[in-house]
């Protein structure tokens, strides 16, 4: 019976993978829309997107090599694996293991590395300039992450990614850490995934680019595989904040804890939307404070639930 719901629950986390991506961009797109008074496009608008890059022939700089073909579909593979050590249905991974968050962790920091690759690959100085933020910035973003584990791990005593963050909310000091440990991962969400206010995915300029500078040569299925790998990142962390928050035991309560996660994570993407309305993009000198305002509070948390561990 438990090898059946574990089968059960391994197909429902790849489904809401494959699914999940194209309905969180076309939600946050579609509450952007709402706040600017307009009707906005479809929910599966990304999804007809993607297809039509995918029926696109590429188009290659004479100056590449074949770190550049390679780079998109990299980002990818990693991404997908990252997502599949992930938990988004409550307690559950389809890959769990011991001390697994190091191998997330490091399995995105790949992803970073042959996108920056990709990048410096076709010679670009925009790109480059692209590649050389992406590095900086990415030093104020692990040891949040990072902090963050140390907390769960703390609160729960697990060692696994799905147990330190499924179980967090039956321990004592999940009623003070929850809205703090939100905050964190929503700040991890937009780093990430490329949001406002770290970044815009929606930008045309290059001097204010991250994330959208270091793709401009990518055509065709290389940029679908690239757009899918973002869009993947805002549905896990959206699934890191709902199993976070998910009451419910999937083994013995699975519709509901599958109920609940889809909930919360719409309820992440129309979030960021409201976000992205009503905020303005940081200027690029303050992404370094903003995140590594996030570090701090990630240190608060440790720290706090190291003292109420040991108060218990």
């Given amino acids: 019976m438990t090898t059946d719901i574990t089968v059960l629950l391994a197909a429902l986390h790849a489904l809401v993978l494959l699914v999940m991506p194209f309905l969180m961009v076309g939600l946050v797109n579609r509450t952007k829309s709402w706040w600017a008074g307009r009707k906005g496009p479809g929910l599966l608008q990304s999804l007809w997107d993607l297809l039509r ?18 780079g998109a579909w990299v980002v990818l593979a990693a991404s997908v694996l990252a997502a599949l050590i992930a938990p988004s249905i409550g307690a559950f991974s389809p890959l769990p293991f011991s001390r ?53 791990a703390l609160a729960t005593g697990q060692t696994s990614f799905a147990g330190m963050v499924g179980q967090w909310h039956g321990a004592g ?30 930008t045309h300029l290059e001097l204010t680019m991250i994330h959208e500078v270091m793709v401009l040569d990518h055509s065709g299925p290389e940029l679908a595989a690239i757009q899918y790998a973002a869009a993947l990142k805002l549905t896990m962390y959206a699934g890191l904040i709902a199993a976070l928050l998910n009451p ?57 639930a190291g003292w109420l561990a040991g108060a218990a």
């Avoid at 399995?107 to 690759?117: E, S």
């Avoid at 999940?174 to 815009?200: H, K, S």
């Fill in 173 to 202: 000091s999940f009623p003070w850490l929850a809205a703090p440990v939100v905050g964190v991962l929503f700040v991890l969400l937009q780093a990430e995934a490329a949001r406002v206010p770290v970044d815009d995915p929606l």
């Fill in 53 to 70: 890059l995918l029926r696109k022939q590429p188009v290659y700089s004479t100056v590449s090599t074949p770190i550049f073909r390679a």
């Fill in 248 to 304: 419910f035991d999937p083994f013995t309560q699975t519709a509901p804890s599958v109920l609940a996660a889809l909930l919360i994570m719409a309820a992440v993407a129309v979030a960021v939307g409201c976000v992205e309305s009503l905020t303005a993009r940081l200027r690029m000198r303050l992404v370094p404070a903003y995140l590594m305002l996030a570090s701090l509070c990630a240190a608060g948390c440790l720290a706090a």
């Fill in 100 to 152: 697994d968050f190091i191998v997330f962790a490091y399995t995105l920091g790949l992803a970073r590395l042959f996108l920056m690759l990709s990048a410096l690959d076709v010679g670009s100085s925009f790109e480059g300039m692209g590649a050389a933020r992406e590095a900086s910035f990415t030093a104020f973003i692990e040891p949040a992450l990072f902090l963050l584990v140390g907390s769960a």
